[in-house]
C-alpha cells in the first residue's frame, strides 16, 4: 500500500508518496510524468515516513542542506536505479553534466562508452524529486536542459542551493 501527503512548496505543491519500505515519490504538481508509479490504490495519510520527509523539505527550503536522510525505495530499471544512485552521490550545492554520468556509470560497468541520452531518460523519468537531485544534473555546456518539474523550477532549486 501506498500512502499520500501534500506540502506547499515555495516553488509549488508537491506531492509526496511513500510504502513501508520508503519514500517511492515526490513530484510537482503539473510536471511532466506527475504521479508516475503511484499506486492506483493509495491513500493519503499522516505517516512517520511522509511528515520526515516534509521536515527534510522544509530545512531544504529554509536555504540549508538537510543534516537527515529519508530513506528511500527507488522503483524502476536496474538501469534507472543505478542512475539515480549517482545522482545522490553530487553534493548540495554542485552539478555534474548528463556525460559526466554516463563516463562514471561506463567505468563501473567496464563498458568504453555509453549514452549520455540514455542517463538523461533514466535522469528524467527519476520519481523521486529533490531529494534524488536530477536537478543537479545539466547539459555539456552547463545548460539547464530537462527537468520534468520545468526549468523555472530547476533554476530556482539551484538558486536556493547557491550552486557553484
Keep these: 500500500m501506498q500512502y499520500t501527503s501534500y506540502y506547499h512548496s515555495p516553488i509549488g505543491r508537491i506531492l509526496l508518496a511513500s510504502d513501508d519500505l520508503?519514500?517511492?515519490?515526490?513530484?510537482?504538481e503539473g510536471q511532466k510524468y506527475f504521479a508516475d508509479g503511484l499506486d492506483t490504490e493509495h491513500r493519503e495519510l499522516k505517516t512517520p515516513l511522509l511528515e520526515k520527509a516534509k521536515s527534510w523539505l522544509t530545512v531544504y527550503f529554509s536555504g540549508k542542506e538537510p543534516d537527515f536522510s529519508v530513506p528511500l525505495h527507488l522503483a524502476g530499471?536496474?538501469?534507472?536505479?543505478e542512475v539515480w544512485e549517482i545522482l545522490c552521490t553530487i553534493p548540495y550545492g554542485q552539478t555534474v553534466t548528463y556525460g559526466q554520468i554516463a563516463r562514471q556509470l561506463a567505468a563501473k560497468k567496464g563498458l568504453p562508452h555509453l549514452s549520455a541520452q540514455a542517463v538523461g531518460g533514466a535522469v528524467g523519468h527519476n520519481k523521486i524529486s529533490i531529494l534524488v537531485p536530477c536537478h543537479r544534473v545539466v547539459g555539456a555546456n552547463g545548460s539547464l536542459t530537462g527537468y520534468a518539474g520545468g526549468i523555472d523550477k530547476k533554476q530556482a532549486l539551484l538558486n536556493l542551493e547557491k550552486t557553484k
Excluded: H, P
Design 77 to 81: 530499471t536496474a538501469f534507472q536505479r
Design 22 to 28: 520508503g519514500l517511492t515519490g515526490l513530484w510537482f
